[in-house]
Every structure is written in C-alpha cells, then in structure tokens.
C-alpha cells in the first residue's frame, strides 16, 4: 500500500508561479511510476507529468511543456510540481498518483494509488 497526500495548492494570478508536492508514505517507491494529473469542473481526469521515481526520468503533457517541471526527493519520498507561466486554463483539482511498473502512464486507470487532491486556482 500506498498512501499519498498533497499540498501546496492556492490561487495565484495569470503568469504567477506555485510548487504543489506530494508525501508518500508505505511501500518503498523504487519500482513505481508517479505521476500528477488535474481535473477542472465539468472535465475529465487528465496527465499533466509523470515520472520513474528510481530512475528520474520525466514526461509531460504538451500544454505544461517548458511551464511544469516535476521532480522528487527519494530521501523524503516527496514528488514536486512546479508550475511557472501560470494560466486560468492550469485552473483544477492537482491529483498526484502512483503505479508499479517502467512505463509513465498517460491514463488515470493504470494507477493504482492516489491523492485526496489539492485546489489549483489562477486568476487572469
């Protein structure tokens, strides 16, 4: 089992910046995949970044590409978002999540783990 909880979220105007982060606790996470997704109001559940949590390698949706970087702390065994350029459109609940395998996942079903989710509002 894996539990994982966010934090960080807040409103910030259009072109402001904001770190959300995510606190695992349980298994250790050598073998997982993590990721983040967002889900705005009315809106499916959507990828924003992943990454291989031993290796550090890292994928991204294209609309957070150059703005999002993603990172973890092994130490800590905390995942970051940092969100830069900030636009009302990132506006959505930040969801991060967790899977066993080598693959980043670009789909919800594949994880098995998630967060309670953390506000993510920017206002223009």
């Known amino acids: 089992q894996v539990q994982l909880v966010e934090s960080g979220g807040g409103l910030v105007q259009a072109g402001g910046s904001l770190r959300v982060s995510c606190a695992a606790s349980?298994?250790?996470?050598?073998?997982?995949?993590m990721g983040w997704f967002r889900q705005a109001p009315g809106k499916e559940r959507e990828f924003v970044a992943g990454i291989r949590w031993s290796a550090g390698n890292t994928y991204y949706e294209d609309s957070v590409k150059g703005r999002f970087t993603i990172s973890r702390d092994i130490a800590t065994k905390t995942m970051f978002l940092q969100m830069t350029s900030l636009e009302p459109e990132d506006t959505a609940v930040y969801y991060c999540a967790a899977r066993v395998g080598t693959r980043i996942a670009t789909t919800a079903p594949p994880y098995d783990y998630w967060g309670q989710g953390t506000q993510v509002t920017v206002s223009s």
């Open positions: 349980g298994r250790t996470l050598s073998s997982y995949i």
